[in-house]
């Protein structure tokens, strides 16, 4: 456990030694929904306007924030960050992608970008359906740094 020192107590881990390197995190997530919903979304004419661009923006301005919002992550200096919202089969995917040049990783920022993408869909949708459901968060792969490359099976 790297966020534990050796007497149990929480910490940040120290990157200072580690090699400056490209690095990249892709995360993926699934909003189900009604097809009355999904049709409402993909309108992009509804009370709250275009749902999808406001999601897809609101995982951009996330991936910026997370160091924000967890607790031991490092502030990164993000050089992209790319959301898309896309329809599926019963609802929305989500795809977000961020990378940056340091010493640690995005996948945090990958994740929350598209948790957070997630639940600004729910939020502008839930007037039309509270019954929806966010599914498989979960991280598709990630590039660069000691550990090397890594994708999900």
Do not use: N
């Amino acid at each position: 456990m790297t966020h534990i020192d050796e007497t149990g107590r929480a910490r940040m881990v120290d990157v200072s030694g580690k090699a400056v390197t490209a690095r990249e995190a892709v995360a993926e997530g699934f909003l189900r929904m009604s097809p009355a919903t999904l049709a409402l979304a993909l309108a992009g004419e509804g009370a709250k306007g275009d749902v999808r661009a406001v999601a897809e923006i609101a995982g951009v301005m996330a991936a910026k924030k997370t160091s924000d919002l967890i607790p031991m992550c490092h502030p990164l200096p993000i050089a992209k960050a790319e959301v898309r919202v896309e329809p599926g089969d019963g609802g929305l995917s989500v795809m977000a992608r961020v990378r940056t040049t340091g010493q640690t990783g995005v996948e945090m920022e990958a994740l929350t970008a598209c948790a957070v993408t997630l639940l600004t869909l729910y939020d502008m949708l839930k007037a039309a359906e509270k019954g929806m459901v966010l599914e498989a968060v979960r991280l598709v792969s990630k590039t660069g740094g000691k550990s090397g490359d890594w994708a999900a099976s």
